[in-house]
Structures are given as structure tokens and as C-alpha cells.
């Protein structure tokens, strides 16, 4: 397999969205990301008990929505029912949970670049990851909407590289693990996605010259934006797109 790349990514990259301004994963989010200048945006993806795609971040409907259950155990039309938005703010009032499919469609309208992260609910990693490929392939990826699929678990990666080899893959981690660069070259991952605060310089500069791209997550703060840019991280992954865009003019 082949470690296929993502274009140059710009330099933010709305995380869930613009988590800061609107409700996480929805399609307000994206278009708030969109309004505020982001040219990608990141979001979660997990598959729904009749195996729908989905956004949303946690492994139950609790936090971000008006219901309370397990999205595993949850099909479509249930998760449909919800009230993603009022959480967040009465602005936000009925805003649904979006299905990748409608994310999707929007950003390819758009051109705006997908991070998509597979975002398994436990257990259904490999299938997530493949389900998630498979339709990213099916419908979009070579189209006006550039596409990246992340994941924590290697499991998600493997089974996305397998489902559709030629879909460019990124590693997020937690943690600056030691085997790191291993993992990317068995993955095929071309971007490596670490947490803010594990990046230091020399981190930075031995991911590039392993010929690996990073990203960081999640960058609030413009000072720290603007040194982890200029250490040679490609695109910080952050809640307020508008606050580092202003930044970084
Ligand atoms: O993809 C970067 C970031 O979204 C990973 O963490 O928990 O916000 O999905 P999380
Ligand atoms: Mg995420």
C-alpha cells in the first residue's frame, strides 16, 4: 500500500466544526467554520445501530443533544428525533445530528477540505473505518471537497487504508509515542496529529524531516498558534478559526 497525501492543508482547520461559535458536529458548526474563513474543517464520525453515518464525538447522545442513550444502540431515525443545537444555545434550536452524507454534500458545494475523524464507538473500529471509507470513495473523495480521514485507533486506519487505500490517512495521538514514526510508515498515514501541548520544536522539525506532515490539536490560544506555525506545524486544528485567522494575517 502506498502512503497517499492530502493537498497542502491551509493553516486552520475548524475543530467539530467552529466549536467555539455553534454546536459541535452539526451542519450550523460546519457553516460557521465556512463563514469565519476556515478553508477545512474537522469532524467525528461514528456508525449508528442500523449502520448510518453520523457526526458526533461522544459514545452516547447525553452531552450534545436533548436524549440520553448510546449511539450504538441508536438507529437513524432515533438519532434524527434529537435536538443537536439547544444544548449550546436557544439560537441553536433544533438543529439535528447531520449525517456524513449531508456534511459532505455541503463541503463539496463549497470546496472546503474534510477531516474526517473516525470516531468508533467501542468495538466497531474496523467497521467504522471501513464504512466511513467506503462511502468518502463512493461519493466524494476526487471531488471539490479534498478529504483526509483520521483516527486514534489503529484498528479505524487499517480498516479505512483496506476499504479505500488511495484516501489520504492522518495518526492522532495523545501522547508523543516513541514508536510514532513506526506506526505512521505501517498505517501509510501521511499527517500525524498530536496534542497542542506535546509539541516542542525538535518534535516538530524530526516529524518533517521523517517526511511526515503534522497538525495540532486543539489551538485556542493565537501566541501558541503562531509558534507552533512557525515551527513548521501545517495546520492547527482549532474551536475559534476566526481568532487564529486574525492572528496569523
Ligand atoms: O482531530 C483532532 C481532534 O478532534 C481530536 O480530538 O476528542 O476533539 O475528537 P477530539
Ligand atoms: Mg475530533
Redesign the pocket.
Known amino acids: 500500500m502506498t502512503t497517499p497525501a492530502p493537498p497542502a492543508l491551509p493553516p486552520v482547520?475548524g475543530?467539530?466544526g467552529a466549536?467555539g461559535h455553534a454546536p459541535?458536529n452539526t451542519m450550523a458548526g460546519l457553516k460557521k467554520a465556512v463563514d469565519l474563513g476556515a478553508r477545512w474543517v474537522?469532524?467525528?464520525v461514528k456508525l449508528t445501530a442500523d449502520n448510518e453515518l453520523v457526526l458526533i464525538?461522544d459514545d452516547t447522545v447525553n452531552r450534545t443533544s436533548n436524549g440520553k442513550g448510546a449511539v450504538a444502540g441508536m438507529t437513524l431515525s432515533d438519532i434524527r428525533k434529537l435536538d443537536a443545537g439547544r444544548w449550546f444555545s436557544a439560537d441553536f434550536t433544533g438543529e439535528p445530528v447531520p449525517t456524513l452524507a449531508e456534511a459532505m454534500d455541503y463541503l463539496a458545494a463549497k470546496g472546503i477540505g474534510a477531516?474526517v475523524?473516525v470516531?468508533a464507538c467501542p468495538g466497531r473500529e474496523a467497521e467504522t473505518g471501513a464504512a466511513v471509507a467506503r462511502a468518502l470513495a463512493g461519493r466524494w473523495f476526487g471531488g471539490p471537497a479534498p478529504i483526509l480521514i483520521?483516527s486514534?485507533s489503529t484498528d479505524s486506519l487499517a480498516a479505512a487504508g483496506q476499504a479505500a487505500p488511495q484516501i489520504p490517512r492522518?495518526f492522532?495521538t495523545?501522547k508523543f509515542i516513541k514508536d510514532w514514526a513506526a506506526r505512521m510508515d505501517e498505517l501509510k498515514c501521511a499527517t500525524f496529529?498530536v496534542?497542542d501541548r506535546r509539541f516542542t520544536e525538535a518534535r516538530t522539525r524530526a516529524i518533517r524531516e521523517a517526511g511526515y506532515r503534522p497538525?495540532a490539536?486543539?489551538v485556542n490560544d493565537p501566541a501558541r498558534a503562531r509558534e507552533l506555525l512557525s515551527w513548521g506545524v501545517e495546520s492547527i486544528?482549532t474551536d475559534y478559526p476566526d481568532r487564529i485567522l486574525a492572528a496569523i494575517k
Open positions: 482547520t475543530h467539530r466549536k459541535e474537522e469532524f467525528d464525538h477531516n475523524e470516531k483520521s486514534f492522518g492522532l495523545l496529529h496534542l497538525l490539536y486543539t486544528i
